[in-house]
Structure formats: structure tokens, C-alpha cells
């Protein structure tokens, strides 16, 4: 039996949280720092990819109610995608470095919050659990076809696709 989606993306949220916590310690070196990027891209990257290909259309199509919410999260999901790009492209220690990486964490934990806070109680209302344990499955299928970085095409054509259309 698959694990519930919400359960799936929550634990996928604490880990991101967990490695900006890191990142924002006053004693986390300069490389460190750059190692915890690394891995919070390669998360991102992932749970992204699961959302917009599995939960948001899924959601959309059974409870058309949230659709604005679904929109307005693929625009949040667009803007750290931008961000995102744009930090696997530099080193730690280049002068924007730190800032960029704030500024994503904001982004992003404004997102999580919105999505555990309001988002995903709409969802677990609407759907029973044979369906959300369904939708688990479906997102750790994804998981494994998911691209690990944002220069994978599969990623990169998301950016691109959200871009021009
Ligand atoms: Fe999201
Ligand atoms: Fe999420």
C-alpha cells in the first residue's frame, strides 16, 4: 500500500527546511554552504517536478474548487525554478551567492507554508484516502523518472515551456 501524497510532500518539505536551517546557521562554513545548495537544488528540482507533473494536475482535474490555488502555486513553483537556475550556475563565493540563496529560501518557505497550512487541509477534505494513497503512488513513480538537476532537459524545458506559453 502506497504512502498518502500529503504525507510524501510534507516529509519532502521538512528535509528542504531542514537544509535551510543549516544554511542560515552563523557557523556553517562558506563551502558547507555550497554543499547545501547542491542538495536543496537537487530536492527542489525533484519535488517540483512532482507537483506540476502529478499533484497539481491531479488536484486540478478532481476538485476543480482549487484551481486558482493551483495556478497561483505553478507561478511560485516558476519563480524558484528562475532562481534556481540561476544558483547552480554560481559558486559560493561569488558576491550574490548568499543573497540569492535568502532569496530563494523566502520564496520557497512561503510556498511550503502556504501549501501545509492552506493547500494541502482543502485537499485531504476533498479526497478520500484510497485516492490520496493512489496519488502517493503516482509520485514516487515520478520520483524515480524524476531530472536531479535543472540543466537535465526534462527540467529546463519546464522553465522554458512556463516561459513562453
Ligand atoms: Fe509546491
Ligand atoms: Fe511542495
Redesign the pocket.
Known sequence: MSKDAIVI?REDHKEVRALFREFENKSTTTARKGSIVKKAIELLTV??YI?NEVM?PEVRRLLPDLEDDVLE?YE??HVADLLVMELSAMEPNDERFEAKTTVLIENVRH??DE?ESEWFPKVRDGLSRTMLRELGGQLLEAKERAPRSPAQPSALKKAVDAVVS
Open positions: 510532500l519535488h517540483t507537483e497539481y502555486s511560485e513553483h510556498h511550503m501549501e
